[in-house]
């Protein structure tokens, strides 16, 4: 049974945790559906066209098992999908639902932890290629020079469970090392995709002392309590049960065991097929 009036957090993937895992630890008493599309991930190499077809399908299960909104926790999803979601989708389908995404919150705050005003944004090459997050943190901080670099091995290790091995040292070393050559005033690096905090010990390494990490898990939360606040008609909508519940698109054996290490719990997924 599912929980009701839940609030659904979707990813391609295991990455997406990262940020459902800040969100229940700032607004515990709500309930959750938490789905992964692992049979088709990793988005990032694909194209607008395929993500936006992948996205809305996932978007629209989650409104059929009673989400009244949806928060995409994907960057890639939240790029290539997201505004024609918004834009096409609700108005004519669903006019009273809400789906948000990682990028824009992010994009409002980013360039407050930056005193060089150079800031290095790391993502799948699908974020990068969309261009983004330039585009967005410009709106919010126009002084902000912004240097991107697309990591295309980072999500695999992570998800085979390679990340903290010697072996991925060597592309957590030469992704550092492209985006520093950039320029040597970036104090401030954004991990623009919610697998990536799982790599922060390797990053940290590699990192000069002056460079800045930032993860989006907490911006995420915060700006959600934020929007709940203001948006009262949504909130309203919500059940508040602490009920949670996981389904994945690939092997329940595999996400449960992948879950674990991003959440730091076990936990018990269900198959479904999109």
Not at 2 to 23: C, E, H, M, R, Y
Not at 159 to 188: C, K, P, R, W
Not at 191 to 213: D, F, G, M, N, S
Not at 262 to 267: A, D, K, R
């Amino acid at each position: 049974m599912n929980p009701q009036n839940a609030i659904g957090i979707f990813d391609s993937g295991f990455g997406g945790l990262t940020v459902f895992k800040s969100i229940a630890q700032k607004l515990p008493d709500y309930n959750y559906i938490y789905l992964g599309d692992n049979a088709r991930s990793p988005y990032g190499d694909h194209s607008f066209e395929t993500v936006y077809q992948y996205t809305l399908e996932c978007v629209e299960w989650l409104f059929q098992q009673g989400c009244p909104l949806v928060i995409l926790a994907c960057n890639t999803a939240s790029a290539k999908a997201l505004r024609n979601i918004q834009q096409l989708d609700l108005p004519k389908k669903y006019p009273n639902h809400r789906v948000l995404g990682v990028i824009r919150p992010t994009a409002e705050v980013i360039g407050n932890f930056s005193q060089s005003k150079h800031i290095g944004v790391m993502g799948t090459r699908g974020t990068v290629n969309s261009n983004s997050y330039p585009i967005e943190i410009h709106h919010f901080f126009p002084s902000v020079e912004v240097h991107q670099q697309s990591c295309p091995m980072w999500v695999p290790l992570i998800e085979n469970g390679e990340h903290l091995h010697a072996g991925a040292d060597y592309f957590v070393e030469q992704y550092i090392h492209q985006l520093m050559h950039q320029s040597a005033d970036i104090d401030t690096i954004l991990l623009a995709c919610t697998h990536y905090p799982l790599l922060v010990p390797k990053i940290e390494t590699y990192l000069p002392e002056k460079v800045r990490l930032i993860a989006q898990g907490d911006i995420v939360a915060n700006s959600l309590t934020d929007y709940l606040q203001r948006h009262p008609e949504i909130e309203g909508k919500l059940a508040k049960t602490r009920q949670r519940i996981f389904y994945t698109s690939g092997e329940v054996s595999v996400f449960d065991q992948h879950a674990s290490v991003f959440l730091e719990e076990e936990i018990s997924s269900l198959k479904i097929k999109i």
